[in-house]
């Protein structure tokens, strides 16, 4: 590994000893060759740190940080911090990808000095059913319609796993992961803005696997109030740079999805602890609370909205 790499492969890892494995694989097989691994064991509690040391010694070009459990955000932060090539890409650890996504993304970036690639990507679910995401776009994108795309949230969503980024992008605009959920959101929020442009492919290069023990299907009441954080910050951050009447439409549809999505694990929450105490009235608190961060009167008083605004059903326990 002398050789500096064009691009920097960043793997969380947690508990995940049954699919890891499946990621690497994939990973050797990339017909694109001049990337590192580095993959960041946060503390797991299974076999994870013993697949990747098997899978060390096949891989050269693969670099394992092992580290206390401090959640993706700080992994990221820590895999970041040593990652040497031009472009870095995050990937989870459950997940698949085609041979081809590192080379498709790369090329897509660097034939048009992109500061951003990102391509469509395709639902595994457990019992066999793949779904590609239906909602896709192609070419390259000027800043101003990449960041539309990206707030309204559905033909750019805002995962990381899916996109290529100039590594300058963070470290020129030292933007560093928030500890909390959705903190993909912000990220990409401000990765685009500062962006020059953004290569998309609408090959769907990425498989999303869909896990019963997932964060979007074990959410509670933290994860739920993390999302409305989330929006707050992303408004703020518009609000900060003088950008929000021009996103205004695009952030209002954004938070009528999130709204929905919303609703949909408040009540998947009630559900799985078997309680419908306090279902209502989280289901009225958190349409009061989007409707607040999209009023026109609260730009001065964002950093002060409350946004503990999902109680946990009574009885249940929060998940670690």
């Known amino acids: 590994m002398k050789n500096v790499p064009k691009v920097s492969v960043i793997i969380p890892v947690y508990n995940v000893e049954s699919y890891v494995g499946e990621c690497l694989e994939c990973l050797s097989r990339q017909t694109f060759r001049?990337?590192?691994?580095?993959?960041?064991?946060?503390?797991?509690?299974?076999?994870?740190?013993?697949?990747?040391?098997q899978w060390q010694e096949k891989l050269p070009n693969m670099r394992i940080l092992d580290q206390e459990n401090s959640g993706a955000a700080q992994a990221r932060r820590a895999g970041l911090a040593l990652a040497r090539g031009e472009y870095v890409i995050f990937t989870d650890a459950d997940d698949r990808m085609s041979k081809l996504y590192l080379g498709s993304l790369y090329q897509a970036a660097t034939n048009v000095d992109a500061d951003i690639a990102c391509c469509n990507y395709r639902f595994d679910f457990v019992n066999g059913l793949k779904m590609i995401y239906p909602c896709r776009v192609n070419?390259?994108?000027?800043q101003e319609d990449a960041m539309r795309k990206l707030i309204d949230d559905w033909c750019i969503q805002g995962f990381l796993w899916n996109k290529m980024y100039r590594k300058t992008l963070f470290t020129e605009h030292e933007i560093l992961f928030p500890t909390m959920c959705f903190e993909d959101m912000i990220i990409n929020n401000q990765l685009f803005y500062y962006a020059n442009r953004v290569a998309a492919v609408k090959k769907p290069l990425y498989y999303y696997r869909q896990r019963k023990t997932s964060a979007l299907n074990t959410m509670d009441a933290k994860k739920i109030n993390d999302f409305f954080r989330a929006m707050v910050m992303v408004r703020s951050m518009l609000e900060e740079r003088g950008e929000y009447k021009k996103y205004e439409r695009n952030f209002r549809t954004l938070c009528f999805k999130t709204r929905n999505c919303i609703v949909y694990y408040i009540i998947q929450m009630h559900m799985r602890q078997h309680s419908s105490s306090d279902l209502m009235e989280n289901v009225r608190r958190a349409q009061r609370a989007m409707k607040l961060i999209i009023s026109r009167d609260i730009a001065p008083y964002l950093r002060q909205i409350d946004t503990d605004v999902i109680r946990q059903p009574l009885g249940s326990q929060v998940a670690v």
């Open 34 to 53: 001049d990337f590192e691994i580095i993959a960041v064991n946060d503390g797991s509690t299974d076999h994870s740190l013993q697949v990747l040391e």
């Open 139 to 142: 070419g390259v994108l000027t």
